[in-house]
């Protein structure tokens, strides 16, 4: 059986060495039993990095955090604006999302508050696929997923294929729970998951780099966990 764990400020701080905002509330979940903690900190993925990035804590349950769902966006009033350095912009409905080809993604998540999510599942559309669609520019860098309320998070354009980027509609085979970011959410496998906006509205394509919400307030840009990038370094 799991144990109920908590994440607190104090180690989270500790971990990322700086003053900062917190990232949600630091809340109790259910972490692994300490002897499948053990056994997956020596497993390795076939990629040959280990299972667990340094400082994560692997839960059974994802942990809903960060935002408030706006609540009156539903699947008949949701579009995707994609638009920026980009030779056709495009505003997609939901319906049209669903019929472009779907893919479905296992992945680890990995919130920089220090727990990890192992083999979620995520289906909806990859961004390479509308990417081929809008035609980004010979300039175009990044990408900024722009979300409700203003929440921002960006990437590198090269990051959509190394990384398999998707736009989700449905997490383990049911539509998005309106707390996870209903109806579409990013997800970028492999970084922090406060890349993964949710309740996105518009995929911008921009020639120069602008840290999101999370970036700007001193998280990582870069938000690889591997290499424990939780807080932007100082130069
Ligand atoms: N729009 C929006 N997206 C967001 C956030 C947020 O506050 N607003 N929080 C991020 C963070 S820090 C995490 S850990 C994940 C949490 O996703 P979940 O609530 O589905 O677990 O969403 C990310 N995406
Ligand atoms: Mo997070």
């Known amino acids: 059986m799991g144990n109920v764990g908590k994440v607190s400020r104090r180690t989270f701080l500790g971990a990322a060495g700086g003053a900062l905002v917190n990232i ?6 259910i972490k692994l039993a300490a002897a499948e903690q053990r056994a997956l900190e020596t497993s390795v993925r076939p990629d040959g990095r280990p299972r667990l990035p340094p400082g994560q804590s692997a839960v059974r349950k994802i942990i809903t955090m960060g935002g408030t769902a706006p609540g009156t966006t539903g699947v008949t009033d949701w579009s995707l604006r994609v638009h920026g350095e980009v030779e056709r912009p495009l505003v997609l409905s939901y319906q049209e999302l669903l019929e472009l080809d779907q893919v479905d993604i296992t992945c680890d998540v990995h919130c920089v ?5 192992l083999d979620s599942r995520w289906s909806g559309v990859r961004l390479e696929t509308i990417m081929e669609k809008v035609k980004p520019g010979r300039n175009a860098g990044y990408i900024i997923f722009e979300a409700a309320a203003g929440f921002t998070s960006n990437i590198p354009i ?3 294929r190394k990384q398999n980027v998707i736009l989700a509609h449905s997490f383990d085979d049911e539509q998005l729970p309106g707390e996870n970011g209903a109806p579409v959410r990013a997800i970028v496998p492999d970084r922090y998951f406060y890349k993964s906006a949710k309740w996105l509205e518009a995929v ?6 602008a840290p999101g919400f999370w ?12 290499k424990n990038e939780r807080v932007e370094q100082q130069h």
């Open 204 to 209: 911008k394509v921009t020639t120069r780099d």
């Open 113 to 117: 508050t220090g727990w990890s999510l």
């Open 158 to 160: 090269s990051d959509i």
């Open 24 to 29: 949600g509330l630091p809340g109790t979940f």
């Open 215 to 226: 970036e700007s307030a001193g998280y990582s840009n870069s938000a690889d966990p591997w």
